[in-house]
């Protein structure tokens, strides 16, 4: 029997780092890189625009499984995000789209629905897999499993300088109340909460920086996957 492309999978709560981490992985070792909260939040996008209620879970559902999205590297590097052939990169990293996605995802049918496509991403020569359930539920074979975590006073916090940082306002409370908000619902849900894999190596990155998380991480991938991730 061919054997699937080997699979990394880092799952964790809102910002804890995990999008950094995957897209430096992914470049690092070539592979390719599913970011599945950004098919979440372009499913609620694409609810709204249809003026359907977010907890309608049969619309969703549909607008999920119909949903037309290209990830296409710009002249930068940076990955546009097209819905409907339109360019969707800023509103997609809003935190009211954030929430609205949180909502969607949620829904039972709406995460069937959203199954297949996520498989679709595995391909030669490897996929590294950012999101809430990848080890637990989208690739529970994967090769090996990471669960990011951080306090939620640290992830507002980076939230905050992040959004300073782009010259956009921002209200440290209001951020933590979200975060926090945006916890309860993920890990409350019925369906595919956010939690560990049994098999999966948690990384603490309170006390972290990007450089330290990517490095601990390389040694990781290098032992199991006996892969070179050159930091
Ligand atoms: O990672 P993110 O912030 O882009 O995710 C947006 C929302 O989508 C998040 O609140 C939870 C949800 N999500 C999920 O339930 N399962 C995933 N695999 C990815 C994201």
Not at 22 to 33: I, V
Not at 213 to 223: A, I
């Amino acid at each position: 029997m061919k054997s699937l492309p080997p699979v990394i999978t880092v799952d964790g709560p809102s910002g804890v780092g995990k999008g950094t981490l995957c897209q430096w992985l992914a470049m690092r070792l070539g592979w390719h890189l599913l970011d599945s909260g950004a098919l979440y939040r372009l499913t609620a996008l694409a609810a709204l625009r249809r003026n359907l209620d977010l907890a309608d879970e049969a619309g969703v559902a549909r607008v999920a499984v119909e949903l037309d999205v290209d990830f296409v590297p710009d002249a930068t590097g940076s990955m546009l995000v097209l819905l409907d052939k339109m360019d969707m990169s800023d509103t997609l990293h809003s935190e009211a789209t954030g929430n609205a996605a949180s909502q969607v995802a949620a829904l039972p049918a709406v995460r069937i629905a959203l199954l297949q496509r996520q498989h679709n991403f595995r391909r030669a020569p490897g996929l590294i897999a950012d999101g809430r359930d990848m080890g637990t539920v989208v690739f529970p074979d994967a090769d090996l499993k990471l669960f990011l975590t951080a306090s939620a006073g640290e992830r507002a916090y980076r939230r905050y300088k992040q959004l300073i940082k782009k010259g956009m306002n921002a209200n440290l409370e209001h951020i933590v109340k979200e975060i926090a908000e945006r916890d309860a619902r993920d890990t409350q849900r019925m369906v595919a909460p956010l939690k560990p894999a049994a098999d999966a190596e948690t990384l603490d990155t309170t006390q972290l920086d990007i450089t330290q998380v990517c490095e601990r991480v390389s040694t990781l991938v290098n032992q199991r996957l006996q892969v070179q991730v050159i930091p």
